[in-house]
């Protein structure tokens, strides 16, 4: 499952290409032909239809556009996303390192069924992961704890769906690192804390940097565990997502696409962010 | 039961960083965290739907709304899996076996797909393909072909959200096995599709196995962008996650309707995890 969640380090330099000939293209006829017809339907399917969204946010110019964004509850809206996301991953940060600490580092009965517990979070469907943080966090909670529609929920729902990034960035990087150096340090008098900042943390930085950019953009993205969760509260609980669907549904979609784009930058700038990392992490490795 | 690669390779012997307290509160702190966060929860939505015993779950289990919504899900999923394995398998093999200027750009815009909000995928299919206003829809309307709260638009939302999960498995394979065994097809006289049916599919075997598994799972639990273009109309195109919510908020009734289909999805989910988790290692050990 790593594979699905750790940044592509591999893709964006592939096989030596510089010891062939220096063309351009080594496309033929055939892949050629390939190629044009993958670019048609990824157009079709996710280019056009993302670059609608942006048209219609531009309908009507900056003034247009910055009226739907400052609209109160709007606002309020996608504060909270940015707000929420920025705490979660912070957590996610601390306990995604400690998690991934514990799975390299520690054996005990029952490790390997938390490997499993980690993905989890990304293969339940979203409604469904709300409905079970509905039953232990909410009215019916056997531990005698509600937060329904409190904004505590909302960054219930980010932590839990957030929970794999940080863990599967981080795992294959402690994995590879050499216990000789922390042993080094360790027999020249460094103490534990010195041995983990000095030495583990300064390898894992881009790890968990990118696994955080991950987990933010996830945070903002997310709308379905929230759904009965958070109860979607106008300037209350009400994320950014649940905001598009409200202005979907009023058939202002006007509005919708002002607070899709700023959703789609933001994915953008983690996207660009995360190949800066991952080139960093091949950098390194080299 | 197998796990991940990355825990069962080899690991080092477990050292005494920090002394025995503190790897106990570490330990202690994780399976708690992640007990309260994940485990007790999901756990609880076998217990939710088994509340009233078993026979109001076979009962659910045979509530023709959820026969349907289970049967368009999977339909859905098999189209968008379908089309996401063509075109992962082939998008793959262009942007690691070739050169073409706006490579780079196009391996990252692959990956957007990840990123998007649910939402905002169905926002956009629905400005390009709604039957109304969308850019497109009109015209496909006239034709006799409705998209958006129809089949077709719930297999474009999942397909849009599955995209990259097949490409992001089978680059790395592509990628690690280069291309010696190919060229010394080709200089042995192989065609291209032969070379491609005898060398490069059994080496991606798995990277697509794995790819497919994850993308069904994903597939079957779309919500976000499903919401938007389904319009969730039941026995149309209400699946099962818009089942889970809608049956959710039904005033006054019970919710076993509600759990089981999310403890089906749970299981599905649980299963495929399971899959690639055992598939897995077998895979690393041959390369």
Redesign the interface.
Known sequence: ????LAP?R???E??P?PRRRP?????DR??GT??G???I??SL??????T??LV?ASEGGWTAYWAALSDPQTAAAIGLTIVAALVVTAINVV?GT??A????????P???V????????F??????AG???L???GPHS?LGINVANTRIAVG?AF??VT?PFVVRTV??VL?ELE?EV?EAA?SLGAG?VT?FRRIVLPSLAPAIASGAA?SF??G?????SL??LSGSLPLHTEV???R??GY?EGDN?HG??AV?SV??LV??A???LL?LFSRKVTHRAD | ?P??P??T?A??T??R???GL??NL??A???V??G???????S??A??AFAGGVGPVLAALQDPALIFAFQLTLVTAFWSVALNTV?GV??S?????????GR?I????????L???????????????GGT?G?FGPALQAAGFQVIYAPPGLV?AT??VC?P?VI??V??VL??T??DAEQAAASLGAG?WQIFTRITLPTIKWAVV?GVV?SF??A?????AV??VSGGVAFRTQT??LL??ER??QFGATHTT??TA?LL??VI??V???V??ALRPSQEKRS
Do not use: C
């Open positions: 499952m790593s594979g699905v592509d591999s893709r964006p592939p096989a290409a063309r351009r293209t080594t496309l055939r892949s390939g190629l017809l993958a670019l339907w990824f399917l996710v280019l056009i239809p993302l609608a969204v219609k306990m400690l998690i600490w514990v799975l390299v580092r520690d054996d005990f029952g490790r390997r938390l490997e499993v517990v980690i993905d989890l979070p293969a339940l469907p979203t409604i469904v409905l079970v943080l039953s232990l966090y056997p219930l932590l839990f929970l795992q294959p994995l216990p922390e360790a534990p041995v991950m953009a996830r903002l993205s997310e709308f379905g759904v009965l950014a997502a649940v598009i669907l979907i979609l919708a696409a899709a959703l789609l994915a953008l983690v996207i660009v190949d | 039961m796990t991940d990355v825990a390779d690991r080092p477990p050292r960083s920090g002394g503190f790897r570490r330990r702190v994780v399976i965290y992640l309260l966060l994940v485990i007790w929860p999901v609880l939505v217990v939710n075109f082939g998008i093999l262009l942007l690691v076996r070739h050169r073409f200027p780079r196009l391996s990252a815009l692959v990956d957007l797909p990123s998007v909000s649910p939402v905002v995928v169905g926002l956009a299919l629905l400005l390009v393909y206003t850019w474009l397909t849009f995209l999960l992001r498995e680059t790395p990628i690690e280069g291309t291209p794995y994850l799972a994903r079957l639990g779309e919500y976000g919401k938007v099962a996650t889970v919510e959710y908020q509600a759990y999310a999805l749970t989910a649980l495929a995890l399971i690639v988790a």
